[in-house]
């Protein structure tokens, strides 16, 4: 009977249950996620249906579409090569190796009428287990170098998946047939190295969508559409925000407005730590390798670090390179890095760490809360950088707080204060929190791990707020959680964190005297609630589409003179509102009107004071509202001093 249940596969016992519907897209076994086509585990309980309609079939749904855009791919250019082909958030990808040329729209909608045919001849999908052998035998057949690469480093059992002729090195899951996809299509081309690497061939992926019903997908196109819009790298260069030089690749420049927006970011955080009683640090830029060596960064972070050396430095590597000639490249680099003494920091905890063992610590002194807004460099691969997202400098509104185990839970209260103080100043609504738990391989003992995983949950639970656990995906050094946040066009965003870890005090030695004269070790909370300032500047950009809140904007009010008979007076208006502490341009070119007017619409300035002859003679401003698009008329100067005034605090500081 084992044996039997053995061969059965999820397809098997749906239809003798009688549970099996043309609408199943795969089968959840004692809770994990299957296709039909898998062989059931010994010893199985319970095998229920996922209709095509449930979240957890569009990943498999979007993999199968994946495969079929491969196959069409291959029937259209032959001696394509693939690579990698997964499901993703919002859509699925794949990348090839075309070697007679790059893809292009027209090739996008060649590739989709052929994947409607492909999808038309309903072909199931077949799962088969393959010996490495075997599967080294199939691809070197098709000539499918990267798959043959990828094959090397795979573990455990291997598995194929057909449909029709076409054949994947995969581990699946697929749907039951290429007919289950009702909804493809392809959206975009771009870059891709071979693994992320830049020093690996580069190839060109080619990304798409795909849901259950054309429904779903007309509304995710129109989203796509809006994000178009909103993208930052379009908004930011429209709007006077970002540059960006290739003397300075994947290093944002902040233009004057740009550095208007950031400087307030920062000044808006500076007064949350004045609130939450952080002190702020200022550490150094650049250390000593043995700095790296003692947290763990050379020996696991190296390639994502930049080293900095002095021409002394380089002349003793020199010397030694002449004097002994390495073997090969490999030793020739290792003398090389020996030789660098310097590295620039990557993040700032081991700098508060430095901070935190300079003095004798007392159990009187903790908790203790250290910020740092330090310039951070990653060296990120050209392949993976884009926009401000990913970039290779940027600041962090980072803190790290030193406490006792005890101390943990309430640390953690007052910080989920603190990141949900600033998310609803900044108009995010819709927060989903993840406790991320202890992986397999860790440091610290289970008792510790007990403790503060618990600590984590009890702060969480405190406050009323739901959470989900991510098992297994919490740091080596501590648990940790995350929040998501979704924005205007609601797409998810991972911001703010807060970890827990036992690590770094255990290799800097850290330690305090407690109440029983004992030295103990601290926990180190790491913190963080925008993250990266330059990610967070390019989530709210999208997330407003340009349009800065009042007390963000780089202008709050920008003056347009009907003509330049106007002008002196606007300068001294001008004047007025500056003096009292408003953000003012003013345009006195010889523009006409509705020209300055498309101008300030196009910066999204929130206010525009018109100025004419009228306006002069009884000192006020015409004031219009990008917001509201109301005209309000005439209004004094000193009326319009005091409307913006009062909209000109974060909404927080509004209501106090």
């Given at each position: 009977?084992?044996?039997?249940?053995?061969?059965?596969?999820?397809?098997?016992?749906?239809?003798?249950?009688?549970?099996l519907s043309p609408r199943v897209a795969a089968a959840r076994v004692d809770g994990a996620v299957v296709d039909l086509h898998t062989p059931?585990?010994?010893?199985?309980?319970?095998?229920?249906?996922?209709?095509?309609?449930?979240?957890?079939?569009?990943?498999?749904?979007?993999?199968?579409?994946?495969?079929?855009?491969?196959?069409?791919?291959?029937?259209?250019?032959?001696?394509?090569?693939?690579?990698?082909?997964?499901?993703?958030?919002?859509?699925?990808?794949?990348?090839?190796?075309?070697?007679?040329?790059?893809?292009?729209?027209?090739?996008?909608?060649?590739?989709?009428?052929?994947?409607?045919?492909?999808?038309?001849?309903?072909?199931?999908?077949?799962?088969?287990?393959?010996?490495?052998?075997?599967?080294?035998?199939?691809?070197?057949?098709?000539?499918?170098?990267?798959?043959?690469?990828?094959?090397?480093?795979?573990?455990?059992?291997?598995?194929?998946?057909?449909?029709?002729?076409?054949?994947?090195?995969?581990?699946?899951?697929?749907?039951?047939?290429?007919?289950?996809?009702?909804?493809?299509?392809?959206?975009?081309?771009?870059?891709?190295?071979?693994?992320?690497?830049?020093?690996?061939?580069?190839?060109?992926?080619?990304?798409?969508?795909?849901?259950?019903?054309?429904?779903?997908?007309?509304?995710?196109?129109?989203?796509?559409?809006?994000?178009?819009?909103?993208?930052?790298?379009?908004?930011?260069?429209?709007?006077?925000?970002?540059?960006?030089?290739?003397?300075?690749?994947?290093?944002?420049?902040?233009?004057?407005?740009?550095?208007?927006?950031?400087?307030?970011?920062?000044?808006?955080?500076?007064?949350?730590?004045?609130?939450?009683?952080?002190?702020?640090?200022?550490?150094?830029?650049?250390?000593?390798?043995?700095?790296?060596?003692?947290?763990?960064?050379?020996?696991?972070?190296?390639?994502?670090?930049?080293?900095?050396?002095?021409?002394?430095?380089?002349?003793?590597?020199?010397?030694?390179?002449?004097?002994?000639?390495?073997?090969?490249?490999?030793?020739?680099?290792?003398?090389?890095?020996?030789?660098?003494?310097?590295?620039?920091?990557?993040?700032?905890?081991?700098?508060?760490?430095?901070?935190?063992?300079?003095?004798?610590?007392?159990?009187?002194?903790?908790?203790?809360?250290?910020?740092?807004?330090?310039?951070?460099?990653?060296?990120?691969?050209?392949?993976?950088?884009?926009?401000?997202?990913?970039?290779?400098?940027?600041?962090?509104?980072?803190?790290?707080?030193?406490?006792?185990?005890?101390?943990?839970?309430?640390?953690?209260?007052?910080?989920?204060?603190?990141?949900?103080?600033?998310?609803?100043?900044?108009?995010?609504?819709?927060?989903?929190?993840?406790?991320?738990?202890?992986?397999?391989?860790?440091?610290?003992?289970?008792?510790?791990?007990?403790?503060?995983?618990?600590?984590?949950?009890?702060?969480?639970?405190?406050?009323?707020?739901?959470?989900?656990?991510?098992?297994?995906?919490?740091?080596?050094?501590?648990?940790?959680?995350?929040?998501?946040?979704?924005?205007?066009?609601?797409?998810?965003?991972?911001?703010?964190?807060?970890?827990?870890?036992?690590?770094?005090?255990?290799?800097?030695?850290?330690?305090?005297?407690?109440?029983?004269?004992?030295?103990?070790?601290?926990?180190?909370?790491?913190?963080?609630?925008?993250?990266?300032?330059?990610?967070?500047?390019?989530?709210?950009?999208?997330?407003?589409?340009?349009?800065?809140?009042?007390?963000?904007?780089?202008?709050?009010?920008?003056?347009?003179?009907?003509?330049?008979?106007?002008?002196?007076?606007?300068?001294?208006?001008?004047?007025?509102?500056?003096?009292?502490?408003?953000?003012?341009?003013?345009?006195?070119?010889?523009?006409?009107?509705?020209?300055?007017?498309?101008?300030?619409?196009?910066?999204?300035?929130?206010?525009?004071?018109?100025?004419?002859?009228?306006?002069?003679?009884?000192?006020?401003?015409?004031?219009?509202?990008?917001?509201?698009?109301?005209?309000?008329?005439?209004?004094?100067?000193?009326?319009?001093?005091?409307?913006?005034?009062?909209?000109?605090?974060?909404?927080?500081?509004?209501?106090?």
């Amino acid at each position: 009977m084992d044996s039997e249940r053995q061969r059965k596969t999820a397809r098997d016992a749906m239809e003798e249950a009688g549970a099996l519907s043309p609408r199943v897209a795969a089968a959840r076994v004692d809770g994990a996620v299957v296709d039909l086509h898998t062989p059931l585990p010994e010893g199985f309980a319970t095998v229920e249906p996922i209709d095509a309609s449930h979240p957890d079939a569009l990943a498999i749904i979007r993999h199968s579409s994946a495969h079929v855009m491969a196959d069409a791919v291959q029937r259209l250019f032959p001696g394509t090569k693939v690579a990698f082909g997964p499901a993703i958030e919002g859509g699925f990808y794949y990348d090839y190796d075309r070697p007679d040329g790059k893809f292009n729209d027209e090739d996008l909608r060649a590739i989709e009428a052929k994947m409607a045919e492909i999808i038309e001849a309903d072909s199931p999908f077949r799962r088969e287990e393959v010996s490495r052998e075997q599967a080294r035998e199939i691809l070197s057949e098709l000539g499918e170098t990267y798959k043959l690469e990828h094959l090397e480093r795979l573990a455990g059992p291997i598995s194929v998946y057909r449909h029709g002729e076409w054949v994947d090195l995969c581990e699946g899951p697929h749907v039951p047939s290429t007919r289950f996809l009702k909804a493809v299509k392809l959206t975009s081309v771009a870059g891709a190295y071979w693994r992320g690497d830049e020093r690996n061939p580069m190839l060109q992926r080619i990304y798409g969508t795909a849901f259950s019903s054309e429904k779903a997908l007309r509304a995710h196109l129109k989203s796509l559409e809006e994000a178009k819009k909103r993208d930052h790298r379009k908004l930011g260069k429209e709007l006077n925000l970002i540059g960006f030089h290739p003397l300075a690749p994947a290093s944002p420049f902040f233009l004057p407005r740009g550095a208007a927006v950031y400087n307030r970011l920062v000044d808006y955080v500076r007064e949350l730590y004045r609130q939450y009683d952080y002190d702020e640090v200022i550490t150094p830029q650049i250390f000593d390798d043995e700095l790296f060596h003692t947290s763990g960064h050379l020996p696991a972070y190296a390639e994502n670090m930049f080293l900095a050396a002095t021409v002394e430095d380089l002349e003793k590597v020199s010397a030694s390179l002449v004097k002994e000639p390495p073997q090969d490249a490999a030793a020739c680099r290792d003398r090389l890095v020996s030789g660098i003494r310097y590295g620039v920091k990557p993040m700032n905890c081991p700098s508060h760490c430095l901070i935190f063992g300079m003095t004798r610590r007392s159990y009187r002194e903790l908790p203790l809360r250290m910020a740092d807004f330090g310039r951070l460099h990653r060296y990120e691969r050209s392949g993976v950088v884009q926009g401000l997202t990913r970039v290779r400098t940027f600041s962090q509104d980072d803190g790290h707080i030193f406490c006792t185990l005890d101390q943990m839970e309430e640390e953690i209260g007052e910080f989920l204060d603190l990141v949900f103080h600033a998310y609803r100043d900044f108009g995010f609504t819709d927060a989903r929190i993840v406790i991320a738990t202890r992986p397999e391989e860790r440091l610290g003992a289970d008792d510790v791990w007990d403790k503060s995983e618990a600590a984590l949950e009890q702060a969480v639970r405190s406050k009323g707020l739901e959470y989900e656990i991510a098992e297994g995906e919490g740091a080596f050094y501590g648990p940790k959680i995350e929040f998501h946040l979704r924005d205007a066009i609601g797409r998810p965003w991972q911001l703010g964190t807060i970890q827990a870890d036992f690590n770094l005090p255990e290799r800097f030695n850290l330690t305090y005297i407690a109440e029983d004269n004992q030295t103990h070790r601290p926990v180190l909370l790491h913190r963080a609630i925008l993250g990266s300032v330059e990610r967070f500047f390019a989530v709210l950009i999208e997330h407003v589409g340009g349009a800065f809140p009042m007390w963000l904007a780089p202008e709050q009010i920008t003056l347009l003179t009907v003509s330049e008979k106007f002008n002196e007076y606007a300068k001294s208006v001008e004047q007025e509102l500056v003096d009292a502490g408003l953000r003012v341009t003013t345009n006195l070119s010889g523009d006409k009107l509705g020209a300055k007017i498309r101008s300030a619409r196009l910066l999204r300035v929130p206010y525009l004071g018109i100025i004419g002859g009228r306006e002069m003679e009884e000192h006020g401003i015409a004031l219009r509202s990008r917001d509201t698009q109301e005209d309000f008329g005439l209004i004094s100067v000193q009326n319009v001093i005091d409307r913006l005034k009062a909209e000109a605090l974060p909404p927080s500081a509004r209501m106090s």
